[in-house]
């Protein structure tokens, strides 16, 4: 299939993603917003993975994110986001005088 940007496409080997718009196309690439939220890039090698769908099957996400998007490489399971744990804040120079004054400690 030749891949045009805003064709709508459907992947073959994973109809679960539904339907596709492509929004941005490249000689190595395909960047393309399916029907779950998702942004995926497909490798050309996998273009004759993509079929043509009908448009009116496509339905962009209800609630589009800007800036940062959900961007997945086909092929990667979904994964979740990962969450960053709060650290307790210390200094350096803190952590230095408690060692040695640990260090004096010991000494006496």
């Known amino acids: 299939m030749i891949v045009k940007r805003g064709s709508v496409v459907s992947h073959a080997m994973a109809q679960q993603w ?3 718009k492509v929004v941005e196309v ?3 690439r ?3 917003r399916f029907n779950d939220g998702m942004v995926r ?3 050309s090698s996998h273009f004759d993975d993509l079929k043509p769908a009908d448009p009116a099957s496509y339905h962009p996400p209800a609630k589009a994110q800007k800036g940062r998007e959900k961007v997945q490489a086909a092929g990667s399971g979904a994964k979740s986001p990962r969450s960053k744990t709060p650290r307790a804040k210390t200094s350096r120079a803190k952590a230095t005088r408690t060692k040695k004054a640990a260090a004096g400690a010991t000494a006496q």
């Open 18 to 20: 539904g339907t596709g």
């Open 26 to 28: 490249d000689d190595v």
């Open 30 to 32: 395909a960047t393309i």
């Open 41 to 43: 890039k497909i490798i």
